[in-house]
C-alpha cells in the first residue's frame, strides 16, 4: 500500500484525537538537537504524509534570532506560514518585547503565536496577562503544591490555560498518575485547557529508556493516548478509579479506534463528538522532542 492510500485509511476518531497534536521541541532534552538539525526536522515533518499531526514548533526566547537565521530559507520557500510556540525567559517583559520585534519583522511568513511560562504564584499569572498582546496565547506552567487550585482558579478567572510537565529525564521527573488525573480533572472542572509537555514520546504507557544515551536509566512513562483518552472520559465525569485504569493500561489491543469514536475494554466508549470537545476544551497539544517516534509507534500499532 502506497503511503498516499495508507494515510487515506486512517481511522476517522485517530484523525480528530490526533490533528496538529505534536509540538515539536528537538532543541529539548533528551534530544537536544542544533538549531539547523531541528529546523530541517520541523520542515521535513510539515511536508511528510503526518504533517497534520504536527503543532508548532517550541523555540525559547532567547533563541529566536538564532531560529531565523536557520530557517530563513525554508520559510521564504513555503506558502503555509510557520507558527511558534516561545518558552518565556525569567523576565517576561524581555521575552514579550523579543515576540513583539520578532512578529513585526516576520509575519505572516512565520511568527509567534504562543508563550508557554513558568508561574507558581497568581501575581505571576496576573501581571503576565496584564502585558499579554491579544494575538498571543499563553500557557501557564503551574506546580502541583498547595497552590494548585488557586492557580487553576486565577487561569479561569482570567481566561488562560495551563500547561502540564508529564515526564523527564529522571524517574523522578514523572508525576504519579494520581497527580496528572488531578491536574485534568481539576483544569476539566475550572473549563482550563491545557498542553502537556516532556515524557510522551509513546502512545500507550511503557517501561522504557528515559534518554537516548546507552546506559540511560529506565522508567514507566506515561502515554500520550493513555492522557488523551483519560481527559475525554475525565471530562464525561468518569469515577478517579476508571481513570486511573486507563492511564495505567498497558495493552494498546483494548483500544479499538473506528471511523465514529474509540472504545476502552469494549465497555466505555468516546464518539468523535466527545474527541473533539477534548480536543477543544481539555488537552490542546503536547510539547516532544521527537516527531519520529510517536509516528513509528503509532504504524506498529496500526493506527497511521
Not at 490533528?19 to 520542515?43: H, K
Not at 537565521?69 to 521575552?95: C, H, M, Y
Not at 475525554?232 to 486511573?244: C, D, I, K, P, Q
Amino acid at each position: 500500500m502506497t503511503p498516499e492510500k495508507e494515510a487515506e485509511n486512517i481511522k476517522g476518531s485517530v484523525r480528530i484525537l490526533l490533528s496538529q497534536i505534536i509540538d515539536y521541541a528537538g532543541l529539548f532534552p533528551p534530544s537536544q538537537l542544533s538549531m539547523s538539525e531541528v529546523v530541517l526536522n520541523y520542515a521535513t515533518y510539515r511536508n511528510s504524509n503526518y504533517g497534520w499531526m504536527l503543532g508548532r514548533f517550541v523555540v525559547p526566547a532567547a533563541r529566536l534570532d538564532e531560529f531565523l537565521d536557520s530557517a530563513r530559507d525554508f520559510v521564504s520557500r513555503e506558502g503555509k506560514p510557520w507558527q511558534l510556540a516561545v518558552v518565556a525567559g525569567e523576565d517576561i517583559n524581555e521575552t514579550l518585547r523579543r515576540i513583539a520585534d520578532f512578529n513585526k519583522a516576520n509575519a505572516p511568513s512565520v511568527f509567534c503565536d504562543v508563550l508557554e511560562v513558568r508561574a507558581n504564584t497568581v501575581s505571576k499569572i496576573e501581571n503576565t496577562v496584564k502585558s499579554l498582546p491579544e494575538e498571543l496565547t499563553a500557557y501557564f506552567e503551574i506546580a502541583m503544591g498547595d497552590a494548585f487550585v488557586d492557580l487553576v482558579t486565577a487561569l479561569a478567572m482570567l481566561g488562560q490555560r495551563a500547561k502540564i510537565r508529564t515526564g523527564g529525564v529522571a524517574r523522578e521527573d514523572f508525576p504519579a498518575t494520581r497527580e496528572v488525573i488531578r491536574f485534568v480533572r481539576t483544569c476539566s472542572a475550572a473549563n482550563v485547557p491545557f498542553k502537556a509537555t516532556a515524557g510522551l514520546h509513546h502512545p500507550i504507557r511503557c517501561f522504557r529508556p528515559l534518554t537516548y544515551a546507552q546506559d540511560a536509566p529506565q522508567g514507566t512513562m506515561h502515554g500520550f493516548l493513555n492522557m488523551l483518552l483519560m481527559t475525554g472520559f475525565a471530562r464525561e465525569s468518569f469515577r478517579v478509579g476508571v481513570l486511573e485504569e486507563i492511564m495505567e493500561e498497558e495493552f494498546e489491543e483494548v483500544f479499538d479506534f473506528t471511523d465514529t469514536g474509540v472504545n476502552w475494554r469494549g465497555e466505555h466508549f468516546l464518539s468523535n463528538a466527545h474527541l473533539q470537545r477534548l480536543r477543544t476544551k481539555g488537552m490542546h497539544s503536547f510539547g516532544s522532542c521527537s516527531f519520529d517516534e510517536p509516528v513509528a509507534d503509532l504504524q506498529e500499532l496500526g493506527l497511521l
